[in-house]
Every structure is written in C-alpha cells, then in structure tokens.
RNA sequence: GCCCGAGUGGCGGAACUGGUAUACGCGCACGACUUAAAAUCGUGUCUCGUAAGGGAUGUGGGUUCGAUUCCCACCUCGGGCACCA
C-alpha cells in the first residue's frame, strides 16, 4: 500500500495545473462568467498569515465549484503595495522600498502557490508597478478635472517628534504609530478627494446589493445620514441670525438658549457686541490647543461661555434666548450650531444643570409645519467627511499635479494646479537616499530637485511638481477592475472586458475594510460610473466577511506577542489539503475564531482515512455492481445498507453543495467527515467513491485529483461536472421516528416513508413501551408530523 | 448612549421552516495489535441515579402538543460608531 504522502501529491499536481493553465479565466468566453475575488494582501514583511488562507480558500472553493458547474470563473490574484510597512522598513533597514517590494512579492506568490489557490496567475498585478499606478494617477486627474479633488487647509494629526502628518489610520490611541508620541492638531493643507458629494447615493444604492447586513449596517452608520430641519435664530438687534440644525424641530417651544461651536465664524462677527470678549477669547483658544483625545474624552464634564450682550430669539414663539459657545457642539457637522431642548436631550440637560439654564417642558409640535412657518427648510445631514487624500511620504502614487505660480495668477479661482499631460503619466516615483520625511513634514520627494522642478504644462514657465504621495487606499480601489485587463497599455481596462467581467459576482474580505476599502471602492466606482467608464453602478454585487483567526492564546496574533502561526510549517507538517480543511473546519467562517495546532490532526485523520478508501478500491478488483455489500453478512441485510447508503450519499452531496453556497463550511466538512466513517465500514462502490472524491475537491484539491487519476480518470477532476443529488433518495424508505408523550421521547419506531396517520396510529398503540405509559389514561390528542415525529398528549 | 453579533459537554462546535439537543472533530478513559512505544483500530465519554426515571442550551417569564429555535424583560461577552444635535 502506498503512503499518503502530501508533499509529492500537492507539488506534483500544482505543476501540473500551472502547466495546463486549467484556472485561466478567458475573456469573452460564451460560457456564463462568475468573478470572484479576495482583497489582495498587503505586502508586508511577516509573508502570508493564516486569516488570508481563511478567505482565500472559502472563495477558492466556490470557484472551484463554479468551474464544475460550467462556468468561465475567474478569481484573480495580486499584490497590494504602498504603504507605510514597507516605507518603515526601508528607512530602518536602508534597503530601497523597489527591492522590499520584489522580494515581498516573491515570497508571497510562493506561499500561496503552496496552498494551491485556483487563481488565474496570468492576471497578477502590483499597485507600485508603474504600468498600473499610471492608471491610479489617470483616474485620480479625472476627478481633479471634475472638481472632486480639491486642496484645502485642514487639521492634521501631527507627531511632534517625527515632525511628521499622519492620516487618522496612523494614529492608535492618539498616539503616533511609529513612535508613540502623543500627537497634536495641526492645520496643513492637503488633498482632499469630495466622497460626500456622493455620500446620498453609497447609503441609498446599498439597497440594490447583496452584502451581509452588519456590512450594510456599518456602511451605513459610519455614512450617517440624518435627516432634519435647518432653523435661523435671528440676533436680537443685528441683521446677522444664527443657524441651527435639529432633528427635533418638534421640540423647538422647548429651547432654553443656543450654542455655538467656538470656532463659529458667526462668535467672530459678533465681537463689537460681545460684553465679555476677554472670557469668550480665552476659551476659543483653550479648545484650540486641546487634543482630540482630550476632547473626546469619556465622561468629560460640558464646559462653556455665555456670550454676553447677545440674545438670540426662538422663531416660533419670539423668545429671547442667551447664546453660548462651547466645545460639545462642533463646528464640523450640521451648521456648527445648535438649538439645546434640555427636556428632551442628555448633552443639553447636562450643560444647562450645570450652568443654571432653564430647563421647560413645552408642547410638541408637528416638525416639518413648524419648519415651513418659520421659514427654515428640510435638509439631509451626513456624518462622512470628505477623504484626506495626500500624504507627505515617499512609498506612495506620486499625486500627478504640478503647481504653476504664473498660472494661478491668470486663474484667480483655481490653485494653480495642473495636470500632468496624459502622455507624460505615469509619474515615475524617483529613487532618493533617504526616506525619512523632512523637516518641515514634506514627503522626501520635496528635496529631489531635480525631479521637482519642471516647466509648466500649461505655460512652459518655471513650476513645480506635488510632492505628496497618494494613500495606500489608492491602488486598491479599483484593482478588481484591471484584472479584467491587466496588460492594457491605452486604457485602465477595455469596454469590452469590463462589460464582460463586471461587476465582481462575489467578494470577500476582512470587517475591518467596510468603512475604508469598501467604501472608499465604490465611491471611485460610482465616479467612474459618472464618466460612463464603467458598465455598472456597483462594482460588487455580493460581499460577504470572514471571522478573524485569533492565536492559541486567544490574543491577536503578531509578531511582538510571539504568537503567530507559520503557514509554511503547516504545509510542510500537514500538507496544503490538510491546513485548507483545518481552516474550514475549524468553526463557523463568519465568526472569530481561535487557533488550536492540537485540532489539525483531525482533518489529516479525514483525509488518511480517504487515501486508504481509495487505495482498496484502486487495488480491488471491481465488482460489477452498483450496490454495496456489508461485509459477511446476508443478502436480506445488503439490500437495506445500500439503500441507506445512497441516501446518505445522496443528502450529502445536497448538503456539501448548500453548504459551499452559504459558506458554512464547516458543517459541510463534517458531513463529508460522516460519510467517509459510513464508507470505512463498508466495501465501497467505485462510482460513489468517485461522486464523494468531485465534492471533495474544491475542500482538498491536490489527494483528489491524484486519487481521481488512481481510478483511471485522465481528466483534471477540476473539470468533471459537479454531481447532483436525487431528491428522491434524500429519503430512505424505512424511517425511524421518536415517539413522545406529552413532549417527552419515550420510543422510537420504524415506519415506511409517508405513511399516514390512519396506518401509523395502529402500530404505535401496539408498542409494549407506549402501552405501559398509556395505563389508565386517555389520548387527547395524537399528533403526527410525517417522517418526523409522534406526539401523543394524554 | 447608538448599531451589529454571540452565550449549548473538558474544548472547537452541530441542530432544516418550531419536531429525538449535544452531529462532526479535538481531548480523555478502557481494550486490541506490539517486547515496548508511536501510529492504527474498537468501545465509552452532558449530568444526578444501581435502575426505573429526573434535570440541563446565560437568567426569569410567555406562546405551543412540542422551544437552542418565536415573543417580552434582563445579565454577560465580542465587534463597530460616538458630545453627530
């Protein structure tokens, strides 16, 4: 008998499909195409974690099924790039981010090799491959030229130490990833890219998706759309007015006084009148100077200042009202001011119990009538900022832009930005000595002069390149569309190939991508969609998110905690088709899960287990027959075991199929886990070893396909038609039944398949157990669920 | 505070549309094979009870012939958001 000898089984047939191209996705083909896709792994140092292989293998067995079932399936792999990982290792090891780059990605593809993923390698792309950046630069201009890339001045986080911007994903703890320093406010001026302006349509359009819903939910939240009325407040005695945004409209006899956000323009205007400048000065800078993290602070007691000398009156029932400012209402969401009901809201109640403002209980009114009088107007808020776009780094897109002084002269309104011509992109990013960012919090680029200078597109002046970089949010924002083109050399991608392939059938991916990647993917879909370069609205129509895998210590696994699982041991130990069981197997894929090393052994037990069934049959001569035989017993017997077997085979293959389509995997497994202990026990026949072997591999490809080629089959099982079950054998003939009394099981019986109550009833009023039970009592119901149970309440 | 999700053996977990709770796997115990061990195979493994039988799916109620599943109230844990008016 030959061993089961993984590690000659899984090179040899991940050469063989290489060779055979059998995963190749084919343009334009007249089959019906499925597109699957994973969020494409960051590059990062570590190499390839077990949470990728999680994701990774549930949408590679869908693949594979879709490939059984007929399809043009495509499921296409590659690298996300840029990054401030790698940039952070290039500065410590002085080794350049192109090289870290080359070598990230050699290890990568050759890990995933080992696991044997279905993907098409021919599609493999690298967001900081400048044949794709190009195209990350072109799109980016076409929504600078729409307007929705803009350069503002706004508040950063800034690390004192560093001397350095970093984007709110940088922060942890509002402290600086890199150093730990607390950071600080800063304004600076960046590129800000306007998803707000579509912030409506990637809340409403979500409707028309199929994403589970804590995805949706989450979209949803972090969009926060609210809906309420705008209020003006007049100053008493001055034509200015105070405008107000509420969802309560219908508290609005209930306002007490008004408050203003500190930074408020409006506190400015009113200076002259203000009695107690010197107090209302004092406490604009105070907030000024607080961090975020002081500001936001957990039970952090309400501070204020009255402005004093001015009133503001409530519209509805011309009331005076004081006005205040202070740090609880903020200047960035609604209209920087709020009307305080202390009756009906917490913050409100809070701030006037502590500085003794009146606190009434006035009737409601209708909202929207009471809007309408007043004149104010309906309006639809939204929580979503626009996106801070630049960052002053060196492992980035170079923002394709070059500031012209003498053009921003002639053009007043504009900034003086001008895209780099077409023919001129990509914008190459140049190598430099140093990556460490300067002084002054300019990318490294900044000191390159040689690369910053150039003369202007436009004018042929004196100009100067930007010397931010792009996020690494960029590249991946719309990767899923160049692999339906990824050698394209004139567009992102051809009409063609995008009206076939998109949008992506189903994709799958991390939680912690819903309010970034996710979101930030669609909105450049939906532009592209805007500017009729994308067939459809949408760029996924399913997306589903897999449970982290925690480490054996229920921690996250990292590096600094020592903790973390080698994938490449595993391979080597267990073997690919083990490790990809394992991770199926190993709870609900949804679901956060813990690692168990100890566990693994379990799926290898499976997987010996089918090596050996395959082997006697192999070696066995075959007996002709489609049936099975118990082993020494008689004839009468074998009949009723083979029945039951094609039925379990038959609930099987129902199962494994339903399941793959659900994702739980994990009850699939286990229900192939139960036929094969059936299969142990019995001498097999080849035909159903064979169906059992198809609906195994998309779970373990490589002892498949060699156990498939054992029995004869020249053909890769990848290609064999997915089996299906019959719904008539779901069923076995003889069914046993549990006998309840007064809910409680007492008996069981066995019945035919359909019996009816008339003929079912006789026989249980026979069985000694239900006779002893039933002494001296009366039936007062018998109640009989057909192939399920019996119920007799006395 | 708001929004998701989850509480079942020693452990990971299963249970269709309300129909025999604890499938499958790990671990453990005993047995077979072996000089021995590993591997493998077999048997057992929620709990109380000798048994008949009783009890148990976070807690307390409810609906039902029947509830892990549906309804109400609460507790605990995980994730996300948050002075968002």
Same mark, same amino acid.
């Given at each position: 008998?030959?061993?089961?000898?993984?590690?000659?089984?899984?090179?040899?047939?991940?050469?063989?499909?290489?060779?055979?191209?059998?995963?190749?996705?084919?343009?334009?083909?007249?089959?019906?195409?499925?597109?699957?896709?994973?969020?494409?792994?960051?590059?990062?140092?570590?190499?390839?974690?077990?949470?990728?292989?999680?994701?990774?293998?549930?949408?590679?067995?869908?693949?594979?099924?879709?490939?059984?079932?007929?399809?043009?399936?495509?499921?296409?792999?590659?690298?996300?790039?840029?990054?401030?990982?790698?940039?952070?290792?290039?500065?410590?090891?002085?080794?350049?981010?192109?090289?870290?780059?080359?070598?990230?990605?050699?290890?990568?593809?050759?890990?995933?090799?080992?696991?044997?993923?279905?993907?098409?390698?021919?599609?493999?792309?690298?967001?900081?491959?400048?044949?794709?950046?190009?195209?990350?630069?072109?799109?980016?201009?076409?929504?600078?030229?729409?307007?929705?890339?803009?350069?503002?001045?706004?508040?950063?986080?800034?690390?004192?130490?560093?001397?350095?911007?970093?984007?709110?994903?940088?922060?942890?703890?509002?402290?600086?990833?890199?150093?730990?320093?607390?950071?600080?406010?800063?304004?600076?001026?960046?590129?800000?890219?306007?998803?707000?302006?579509?912030?409506? &349509?990637?809340?409403?359009?979500?409707?028309?998706?199929?994403?589970?819903?804590?995805?949706?939910?989450?979209?949803?939240?972090?969009?926060?759309?609210?809906?309420?009325?705008?209020?003006?407040?007049?100053?008493?005695?001055?034509?200015?007015?105070?405008?107000?945004?509420?969802?309560?409209?219908?508290?609005?006899?209930?306002?007490?006084?008004?408050?203003?956000?500190?930074?408020?323009?409006?506190?400015?205007?009113?200076?002259?009148?203000?009695?107690?400048?010197?107090?209302?000065?004092?406490?604009?800078?105070?907030?000024?100077?607080?961090?975020?993290?002081?500001?936001?602070?957990?039970?952090?007691?309400?501070?204020?200042?009255?402005?004093?000398?001015?009133?503001?009156?409530?519209?509805?029932?011309?009331?005076?009202?004081?006005?205040?400012?202070?740090?609880?209402?903020?200047?960035?969401?609604?209209?920087?001011?709020?009307?305080?009901?202390?009756?009906?809201?917490?913050?409100?109640?809070?701030?006037?119990?502590?500085?003794?403002?009146?606190?009434?209980?006035?009737?409601?009114?209708?909202?929207?009538?009471?809007?309408?009088?007043?004149?104010?107007?309906?309006?639809?808020?939204?929580?979503?900022?626009?996106?801070?776009?630049?960052?002053?780094?060196?492992?980035?897109?170079?923002?394709?832009?070059?500031?012209?002084?003498?053009?921003?002269?002639?053009?007043?309104?504009?900034?003086?930005?001008?895209?780099?011509?077409?023919?001129?992109?990509?914008?190459?990013?140049?190598?430099?000595?140093?990556?460490?960012?300067?002084?002054?919090?300019?990318?490294?680029?900044?000191?390159?002069?040689?690369?910053?200078?150039?003369?202007?597109?436009?004018?042929?002046?004196?100009? &100067?390149?930007?010397?931010?970089?792009?996020?690494?949010?960029?590249?991946?924002?719309?990767?899923?569309?160049?692999?339906?083109?990824?050698?394209?050399?004139?567009?992102?991608?051809?009409?063609?190939?995008?009206?076939?392939?998109?949008?992506?059938?189903?994709?799958?991916?991390?939680?912690?991508?819903?309010?970034?990647?996710?979101?930030?993917?669609?909105?450049?879909?939906?532009?592209?969609?805007?500017?009729?370069?994308?067939?459809?609205?949408?760029?996924?129509?399913?997306?589903?998110?897999?449970?982290?895998?925690?480490?054996?210590?229920?921690?996250?696994?990292?590096?600094?905690?020592?903790?973390?699982?080698?994938?490449?041991?595993?391979?080597?130990?267990?073997?690919?088709?083990?490790?990809?069981?394992?991770?199926?197997?190993?709870?609900?894929?949804?679901?956060?899960?813990?690692?168990?090393?100890?566990?693994?052994?379990?799926?290898?037990?499976?997987?010996?287990?089918?090596?050996?069934?395959?082997?006697?049959?192999?070696?066995?001569?075959?007996?002709?027959?489609?049936?099975?035989?118990?082993?020494?017993?008689?004839?009468?017997?074998?009949?009723?075991?083979?029945?039951?077997?094609?039925?379990?085979?038959?609930?099987?293959?129902?199962?494994?199929?339903?399941?793959?389509?659900?994702?739980?995997?994990?009850?699939?497994?286990?229900?192939?886990?139960?036929?094969?202990?059936?299969?142990?026990?019995?001498?097999?026949?080849?035909?159903?070893?064979?169906?059992?072997?198809?609906?195994?591999?998309?779970?373990?490809?490589?002892?498949?396909?060699?156990?498939?080629?054992?029995?004869?089959?020249?053909?890769?099982?990848?290609?064999?038609?997915?089996?299906?079950?019959?719904?008539?054998?779901?069923?076995?003939?003889?069914?046993?039944?549990?006998?309840?009394?007064?809910?409680?099981?007492?008996?069981?019986?066995?019945?035919?398949?359909?019996?009816?109550?008339?003929?079912?009833?006789?026989?249980?009023?026979?069985?000694?157990?239900?006779?002893?039970?039933?002494?001296?009592?009366?039936?007062?119901?018998?109640?009989?669920?057909?192939?399920?149970?019996?119920?007799?309440?006395?």
């Amino acid at each position: 008998m030959k061993e089961y000898d993984h590690k000659k089984i899984e090179l040899k047939w991940q050469k063989d499909w290489e060779k055979k191209k059998i995963f190749s996705a084919i343009n334009g083909s007249k089959k019906p195409k499925f597109y699957a896709l994973i969020e494409f792994p960051y590059l990062s140092g570590s190499g390839l974690h077990i949470g990728h292989i999680r994701s990774n293998t549930a949408m590679d067995i869908i693949s594979r099924k879709r490939w059984m079932e007929g399809y043009n399936v495509m499921y296409p792999i590659g690298y996300d790039a840029f990054g401030l990982p790698t940039e952070n290792y290039a500065i410590k090891t002085g080794k350049q981010p192109t090289i870290i780059n080359k070598e990230n990605t050699e290890m990568f593809r050759r890990q995933l090799k080992k696991i044997g993923f279905a993907f098409d390698w021919s599609r493999e792309l690298n967001t900081a491959n400048p044949a794709y950046y190009k195209w990350t630069q072109w799109i980016f201009l076409q929504m600078f030229k729409k307007g929705l890339a803009y350069k503002q001045k706004t508040m950063i986080n800034w690390c004192p130490k560093d001397k350095i911007g970093l984007a709110n994903e940088e922060v942890v703890n509002g402290k600086c990833e890199r150093c730990g320093t607390e950071t600080i406010k800063k304004e600076k001026e960046q590129w800000m890219l306007a998803i707000t302006k579509y912030a409506e &349509r990637l809340d409403k359009d979500l409707d028309d998706v199929d994403y589970l819903e804590r995805i949706k939910a989450q979209q949803r939240n972090w969009i926060g759309k609210s809906e309420g009325s705008e209020i003006e407040f007049k100053v008493k005695g001055d034509s200015q007015s105070v405008r107000v945004f509420t969802t309560r409209a219908d508290t609005i006899l209930g306002v007490t006084y008004v408050v203003l956000a500190p930074e408020s323009v409006l506190v400015q205007n009113l200076k002259s009148q203000i009695t107690n400048w010197n107090e209302v000065e004092k406490y604009i800078e105070k907030v000024k100077k607080e961090s975020e993290q002081e500001r936001t602070k957990e039970d952090k007691e309400k501070t204020g200042v009255e402005l004093k000398g001015i009133k503001a009156i409530n519209p509805a029932n011309k009331e005076e009202l004081p006005v205040w400012i202070a740090d609880y209402v903020l200047a960035s969401y609604g209209t920087g001011a709020v009307m305080a009901v202390p009756q009906h809201d917490s913050r409100d109640k809070e701030f006037a119990e502590k500085f003794n403002l009146s606190i009434i209980d006035r009737p409601l009114v209708d909202a929207e009538e009471i809007t309408k009088r007043v004149g104010g107007k309906m309006v639809t808020k939204y929580k979503l900022r626009d996106w801070i776009f630049s960052r002053q780094r060196y492992w980035g897109e170079p923002i394709p832009l070059i500031h012209c002084d003498r053009c921003a002269l002639n053009d007043p309104d504009g900034q003086g930005y001008i895209p780099v011509p077409d023919k001129d992109l990509p914008v190459v990013l140049p190598k430099v000595k140093s990556y460490t960012p300067t002084d002054t919090g300019e990318s490294p680029l900044a000191n390159i002069s040689k690369w910053v200078n150039v003369k202007c597109p436009k004018c042929g002046g004196k100009a &100067r390149r930007e010397t931010d970089t792009m996020p690494n949010w960029a590249g991946s924002s719309w990767y899923y569309l160049r692999y339906t083109d990824p050698k394209n050399k004139k567009e992102f991608a051809s009409a063609k190939n995008l009206k076939y392939w998109t949008p992506v059938d189903w994709y799958n991916g991390g939680m912690e991508h819903t309010t970034l990647h996710l979101l930030y993917s669609r909105f450049w879909h939906k532009f592209l969609y805007d500017m009729k370069l994308v067939p459809t609205k949408e760029p996924y129509k399913k997306r589903t998110a897999h449970g982290m895998i925690l480490a054996e210590d229920g921690e996250k696994m990292s590096k600094s905690r020592g903790n973390v699982v080698n994938p490449d041991e595993i391979v080597k130990l267990y073997g690919a088709d083990t490790f990809r069981l394992y991770e199926m197997f190993i709870g609900p894929f949804d679901q956060t899960v813990t690692w168990n090393t100890n566990s693994i052994i379990g799926p290898r037990r499976f997987l010996e287990k089918v090596w050996k069934i395959g082997e006697k049959i192999t070696t066995q001569k075959q007996i002709n027959s489609s049936r099975l035989t118990l082993k020494g017993s008689d004839t009468t017997k074998n009949f009723s075991v083979s029945a039951s077997f094609q039925t379990l085979l038959n609930k099987t293959i129902k199962k494994v199929s339903e399941d793959i389509e659900s994702m739980s995997f994990n009850t699939a497994v286990s229900s192939m886990m139960v036929l094969v202990n059936e299969m142990e026990k019995q001498d097999v026949d080849k035909k159903d070893f064979k169906i059992f072997l198809q609906i195994l591999a998309p779970f373990a490809p490589h002892i498949t396909e060699e156990l498939w080629n054992m029995l004869g089959e020249k053909q890769s099982i990848n290609k064999s038609k997915w089996p299906k079950w019959d719904e008539k054998k779901i069923i076995d003939d003889k069914i046993k039944i549990a006998v309840q009394i007064n809910g409680k099981v007492r008996t069981e019986i066995m019945v035919s398949k359909d019996m009816s109550e008339g003929e079912i009833k006789p026989l249980v009023l026979k069985d000694q157990k239900i006779i002893s039970w039933m002494e001296g009592k009366e039936i007062k119901k018998f109640i009989y669920v057909p192939n399920r149970i019996i119920n007799i309440v006395i």
